[in-house]
């Protein structure tokens, strides 16, 4: 047996670990132990890897379980502070609502998320379930998330009934969340230096970096003898120490 069989052998003996701190040192045993895989980006995880426990709502589809930073997989939610329009041509707060039904969804409830992977900074993707409801699915058809389609196309048929229903971003125009990033990154490129847009900030809670579609990216002075930075890619700014801004 090879190392790589033992550890996913060891690995799938503890199918549902209830709330461990185990994300970062997964990424690092997985690196460490596979080797050549990992190192072409492609992460060899265990199919039946369970991360089970209450859950902290980060934004339209992003949770932490017990400070481990989990993707929902197949959806894109609109950002917080991102708008949409109904079909009166209304403006609504699509951001901010997509991070409520989350929190209705998951508060006070045992959520189970069975991992699919990692994406490039090592963030855990998982489809999540309350109850054995999808919470994934539930997001996309009740119109507070877009299916992601172009990593994944589980949610098609989701999208497509609040879609016809107009339901949520499908009431009227509304960007999608990754035209929105784009466009906060185009914009906001041409004043940083080499077109690197992320803010590195030393505040009261640490070392957190903002990205252009932050709600607290204009508010952040970068002065390099406070000790901000600006970094190109999230990648980058997670290497140097930084942490992403929680959105709640």
Not at 96 to 119: E, I, P, S
Request: include cysteine; aromatic fraction near 10%; proline fraction near 6%.
């Amino acid at each position: 047996m090879t190392r790589e069989s033992v550890t996913l052998a060891a690995m799938r003996s503890h199918k549902s670990w209830f709330v461990p701190r185990w994300s970062v040192a997964f990424a690092l045993v997985v690196a460490a132990l596979c080797g050549p895989a990992f190192a072409r980006g492609v992460p060899i995880i265990p199919p039946d890897l369970m991360l089970t426990g209450p859950a902290r709502v980060v934004d339209g589809d992003t949770i932490d379980i017990a400070g481990n930073r989990v993707r929902l997989e197949g959806i894109d939610a609109p950002e917080v502070g991102q708008t949409c329009q109904n079909a009166r041509a209304e403006t609504w707060d699509c951001g901010n609502a997509a991070t409520r039904m989350l929190v209705a969804l998951t508060q006070y409830r045992k959520v189970d998320c069975k991992v699919t992977g990692l994406d490039k900074y090592g963030r855990v993707l998982a489809v999540c379930a309350v109850g054995g409801a999808d919470v994934n699915a539930e997001m996309v058809k009740r119109g507070f998330a877009w299916a992601f389609v172009k990593y994944s196309k589980l949610y098609v048929a989701e999208e497509a009934v609040a879609h016809k229903a107009g339901l949520g971003v499908w009431q009227g125009p509304a960007v999608p969340a990754w035209d929105y990033r784009s466009g906060k990154w185009t914009a906001a490129a041409p004043d940083t230096p080499q077109g690197c847009a992320i803010k590195g900030n030393v505040s009261r809670s640490g070392l957190i970096y903002h990205m252009p579609w932050s709600p607290w990216y204009q508010r952040v002075a970068m002065s390099p003898d406070r000790g901000t930075r600006w970094f190109c890619t999230e990648a980058e700014a997670m290497a140097a120490g930084w942490r992403p801004v929680a959105s709640r």
